[in-house]
């Protein structure tokens, strides 16, 4: 539920409270801000530039509904093709009949998950004896276990690293799966947010006061979309 779920009386109690709330905080930090010698700021800077943030959510980001579709589709298909050839490779034939991964019930192949780490690393490592370019940190069962290294890592960067010493079909097609599953992600977040909204137009919540980890401690405005 959202504010405009609220009862109308409920609501003016509500919006009488933060009024008086917000009366109070000034008495007490209108002088602070002049002891600082930080009015000036605040009247100049940040109480317009908040008319200005405002107004920008308002607004909205305007969204080309069908171009994203339409890109979402054939990012979607490229990767389907990607993940049919790895499928289809030598390697990971020989390692779905060695592992007996179970049978596909409508393709009627074995199937292998391109998706899924232990499976990845499993197949480049010990059945095709590649050498992990780095590894990933240690859990606390790993150390519990007594284990020196974590798993070998398999992200983007890896298997690039990996690409560039071993020019393999499967490990062209693992990294094309890699890339191309983001672009999916990110294109099947951007139709959510065009059809949740209720003009088509993408709106975000900007935040003018905080700070990020690595932005130096500089305060830049950040935004989130709704």
Not at 125 to 136: A, H, I, Q, V
Not at 192 to 200: A, R, V
Request: hydrophobic share 35%; aromatic share 8%; net charge negative.
């Amino acid at each position: 539920s959202t504010i405009y779920d609220c009862p109308y009386d409920q609501l003016c109690w509500y919006a009488a409270q933060d009024a008086d709330a917000t009366f109070r905080l000034k008495e007490v930090f209108w002088g602070l801000l002049e002891k600082e010698n930080l009015l000036k700021h605040l009247i100049k800077i940040d109480v317009p530039l908040a008319y200005v943030l405002a107004h920008m959510e308002y607004k909205g980001i305007g969204a080309d509904k069908k171009y994203v579709e339409k890109m979402f589709r054939e990012t979607e298909d490229e990767l389907i093709a990607a993940d049919d050839a790895v499928l289809a490779s030598s390697q990971v034939k020989a390692y779905a009949e060695k592992y007996q991964i179970p049978m596909h019930p409508v393709l009627k192949d074995n199937v292998f998950n391109t998706a899924s780490s232990d499976q990845v690393s499993q197949l480049l490592f010990t059945e095709m004896g590649l050498t992990p370019p780095k590894y990933n940190k240690l859990t606390a069962t790993q150390r519990v276990k007594g284990q020196k290294k974590g798993t070998p890592s398999v992200d983007i960067k890896s298997l690039k690293i990996l690409l560039e010493n071993n020019k393999i079909k499967v490990l062209e097609d693992l990294v094309r799966i890699s890339k191309i599953a983001k672009t999916v992600e990110y294109f099947e977040g951007y139709l959510k947010l065009i059809n949740e909204s209720p003009d088509g137009r993408i709106h975000t919540t900007y935040n003018q006061i905080k700070l990020d980890d690595d932005d130096g401690g500089g305060g830049t405005v950040t935004g989130d979309r709704k």
